[in-house]
T-cell receptor, first 113, second 112 residues
Framework: DAGVTQSPTHLIKTRGQQVTLRCSPK?????VSWYQQALGQGPQFIFQ???????QRGNFPDRFSGHQFPNYSSELNVNALLLGDSALYLC????????????FGPGTRLTVL | GQSLEQPSEVTAVEGAIVQINCTYQ??????LSWYQQHDGGAPTFLSY????GLEETGRFSSFLSRSDSYGYLLLQELQMKDSASYFC?????????????FGTGTLLAVQP
């Protein structure tokens, strides 16, 4: 079992650009959540996908959008990048009926210049 | 609103016991989780308390008191590899989602 995988590992973009981050959940998991972790802070919930729909959203602007595919993998898209979007983006997968544990991927380190 | 408070830093020596406290204020509380994160790594699940009381998993134990909106993580027989950030996180479950609200983390430094 490969666990949760994310790509790319690192990414450097400039302000105003757009970025797409990818996540493959742990085998058997059907739910994917995305988190943003700024340096020295705890992860902040962006949104969660289940059955290819956005089920819940945190306090993030519409520049942040996502998608879940039939194989449960997911993408996070961020448009019009700002310097403040520089962070570690974490994907977490879980099984919809097992609410107590989420498995995190290694993250994508995004740097916006 | 919602908030979680935990100490920013804790220092202890190898072999000792350390307790990391967490107080929370949130609606839709379902349970309290603890995650460990080494520098540059992914958060890894340590423990979950859905009911009041103590949960024990090896060297780690976690406690929850719903009436006090308080929990703690207890680490025993500390090892150097336990040096990491520890996050408490509220599980908010509703509408078929299980959302985690994280605290700001406690940086644990284990010294020889």
């Amino acid at each position: 079992d490969a666990g949760v995988t994310q790509s790319p590992t690192h990414l450097i973009k400039t302000r105003g650009q757009q970025v797409t981050l990818r996540c493959s959940p742990k085998s058997g998991h059907d739910t994917v959540s995305w988190y943003q972790q700024a340096l020295g802070q705890g992860p902040q919930f962006i949104f969660q996908y289940y059955e290819e729909e956005e089920r819940q959203r945190g306090n993030f602007p519409d520049r942040f959008s996502g998608h879940q595919f039939p194989n449960y993998s997911s993408e996070l898209n961020v448009n019009a990048l700002l310097l403040g979007d520089s962070a570690l983006y974490l994907c977490a997968s879980s099984f919809s009926r097992a609410y107590n544990e989420q498995f995190f991927g290694p993250g994508t380190r995004l740097t916006v210049l | 609103g919602q908030s979680l408070e935990q100490p920013s830093e804790v220092t202890a020596v190898e072999g000792a016991i350390v307790q990391i406290n967490c107080t929370y204020q949130t609606s839709g509380f379902y349970g309290l989780s603890w995650y460990q994160q080494h520098d540059g790594g992914a958060p890894t699940f340590l423990s979950y308390n859905g009911l009041d009381g103590l949960e024990e998993t090896g060297r780690f134990s976690s406690f929850l008191s719903r009436s006090d909106s308080y929990g703690y993580l207890l680490l025993q027989e500390l090892q150097m590899k336990d040096s990491a950030s520890y996050f408490c996180a509220v599980n908010r479950y509703g509408g078929a989602t299980n959302k985690l609200i994280f605290g700001t983390g406690t940086l644990l430094a284990v010294q020889p």
